[in-house]
């Protein structure tokens, strides 16, 4: 049996017993209650990007060989007061790479953080070098980090005599709480009296319950701004402490709603159905054609003492074979369960699911969005 087809029908059998055992809940109820701190965030809660460009010595001859290197190598001596012409410097050694990294929310000065450093030019590899001291600034200009540290690539590289070798990429490394916070970042929501709350995926149902949760437990002081945000008058028990009410409120539950959605990767024959998506009544037929094309070889000698010449003939073949299809009513749906065991019914692999799926969807008949990866 193809092993697509052995996950696609024990998926079917999980799904069958978990809705047999009432664990999964039908009508509708294929969403479980979440605590509010996973379905998003609220105002101000956030990371934020850093980026710098630095150099990297310490090389086994590997480093970069334009001018760019030689420009950064000959800024550096020239800050620590040496002067010479940048021709004389050897840049074989030396590589320019940026570094990224992100600064999470409320991270104090003298915290570290991991960095990752990528090659700018054409090193080929960044295997036993250090970083020297970059600064790592934000989108506003400003410096938040400095980095600084040996660099640790997941491979390595090496080649002589026209042959390589090489394992993972050596152009990219990290530097394990190589970054040293120089500058907070400020959290100022919550200063007026009010802070709203971001869904990780904007659904008004979502939304709307989100605030009914927090209507029911702090009384009439959410308010849904639109499908992604709510606005939240705070208590005035956490007046002058919106933290606590953030600590209190994040807790409660709520179950969430989402578009019904069918995804599918026709690159690796993956098929996902949303617990939401239902199919009208539809007729599906499925069958498969299959045609060979082969080629026979066959030698033509010539008669004895004749002036021809031996010669390979080919001769093409043609064949085809078609299985017997079947045709088969699928009933209006209500649950996942439904769609899978209807589809399955027909003897369907994952690869024919995903045709059969994009052809109700062309047929009108899928109560749901197809997405194709």
């Given at each position: 049996?193809?092993?697509?087809?052995?996950?696609?029908?024990?998926?079917?059998?999980?799904?069958?017993?978990l809705?047999?055992?009432?664990?999964?809940?039908?009508?509708?109820?294929?969403h479980?209650?979440?605590?509010?701190?996973?379905?998003?965030?609220?105002?101000?809660?956030?990371?934020?990007?850093?980026?710098?460009?630095?150099?990297?010595?310490?090389?086994?001859?590997?480093?970069?060989?334009?001018?760019?290197?030689?420009?950064?190598?000959?800024?550096?001596?020239?800050?620590?007061?040496?002067?010479?012409?940048?021709?004389?410097?050897?840049?074989?050694?030396?590589?320019?790479?940026?570094?990224?990294?992100?600064?999470?929310?409320?991270?104090?000065?003298?915290?570290?953080?991991?960095?990752?450093?990528?090659?700018?030019?054409?090193?080929?590899?960044?295997?036993?070098?250090?970083?020297?001291?970059?600064?790592?600034k934000?989108?506003?200009?400003?410096?938040?980090?400095?980095?600084?540290?040996?660099?640790?690539?997941?491979?390595?590289?090496?080649?002589?005599?026209?042959?390589?070798?090489?394992?993972?990429?050596?152009?990219?490394?990290?530097?394990?709480?190589?970054?040293i916070?120089?500058?907070?970042?400020?959290?100022?929501?919550?200063?007026?009296?009010?802070?709203?709350?971001?869904?990780?995926?904007p659904?008004?149902?979502?939304?709307?319950?989100?605030?009914?949760?927090?209507?029911?437990?702090?009384?009439?002081?959410?308010?849904?701004?639109?499908?992604?945000?709510?606005d939240?008058?705070?208590?005035?028990?956490?007046?002058g402490?919106?933290?606590?009410?953030?600590?209190?409120?994040?807790?409660?539950?709520?179950?969430?709603?989402?578009?019904?959605?069918?995804?599918?990767?026709?690159?690796?024959?993956?098929?996902?159905?949303?617990?939401?998506?239902?199919?009208?009544?539809?007729a599906?037929?499925?069958?498969?054609?299959?045609?060979?094309?082969?080629?026979?070889?066959?030698?033509?000698q010539?008669?004895?003492?004749?002036?021809?010449?031996?010669?390979?003939?080919?001769?093409?073949?043609?064949?085809?074979?078609?299985e017997?299809?079947?045709?088969?009513l699928?009933?209006?749906?209500?649950?996942?369960?439904?769609?899978?065991?209807?589809?399955?019914?027909?003897?369907?692999?994952?690869?024919?699911?995903?045709?059969?799926?994009?052809?109700?969807d062309?047929?009108?008949?899928?109560?749901?969005?197809l997405?194709?990866?």
């Amino acid at each position: 049996m193809n092993p697509l087809k052995k996950i696609f029908i024990a998926t079917l059998l999980s799904l069958s017993a978990l809705l047999a055992a009432g664990i999964l809940p039908a009508g509708g109820q294929v969403h479980p209650e979440v605590r509010l701190k996973d379905l998003g965030r609220f105002e101000g809660v956030r990371p934020n990007q850093l980026v710098g460009m630095g150099l990297v010595t310490g090389l086994q001859g590997t480093g970069d060989k334009g001018e760019l290197v030689a420009a950064m190598m000959g800024n550096m001596v020239e800050n620590f007061g040496i002067s010479m012409n940048r021709k004389d410097l050897k840049s074989k050694n030396s590589a320019v790479v940026t570094i990224t990294c992100e600064l999470p929310p409320f991270a104090r000065s003298g915290e570290t953080i991991d960095v990752t450093i990528s090659t700018v030019g054409d090193a080929k590899s960044l295997e036993g070098g250090v970083l020297l001291q970059t600064p790592l600034k934000a989108a506003n200009g400003s410096v938040y980090a400095v980095a600084q540290g040996p660099v640790s690539i997941g491979g390595f590289s090496a080649s002589a005599a026209g042959s390589s070798l090489s394992k993972n990429v050596s152009t990219t490394g990290r530097i394990p709480n190589g970054a040293i916070v120089e500058r907070e970042t400020s959290w100022g929501a919550g200063t007026d009296g009010r802070i709203r709350f971001f869904l990780k995926r904007p659904d008004f149902t979502t939304a709307d319950r989100v605030a009914a949760i927090i209507n029911r437990n702090y009384g009439s002081v959410a308010t849904v701004t639109d499908a992604g945000c709510v606005d939240i008058a705070i208590p005035h028990a956490f007046r002058g402490n919106p933290s606590g009410f953030i600590a209190s409120s994040e807790l409660l539950r709520v179950r969430p709603d989402s578009v019904a959605r069918v995804v599918i990767n026709e690159r690796t024959g993956t098929v996902t159905v949303g617990g939401d998506v239902r199919i009208s009544e539809v007729a599906v037929a499925h069958g498969n054609l299959t045609v060979s094309v082969g080629i026979d070889r066959t030698v033509s000698q010539p008669e004895p003492l004749s002036l021809g010449e031996t010669k390979v003939i080919e001769t093409a073949t043609i064949t085809a074979d078609e299985e017997r299809g079947s045709m088969a009513l699928l009933n209006a749906t209500t649950t996942v369960d439904d769609v899978v065991k209807s589809l399955n019914a027909l003897g369907a692999t994952p690869r024919d699911i995903i045709t059969i799926l994009q052809a109700i969807d062309r047929a009108g008949a899928l109560q749901g969005e197809l997405v194709i990866m």
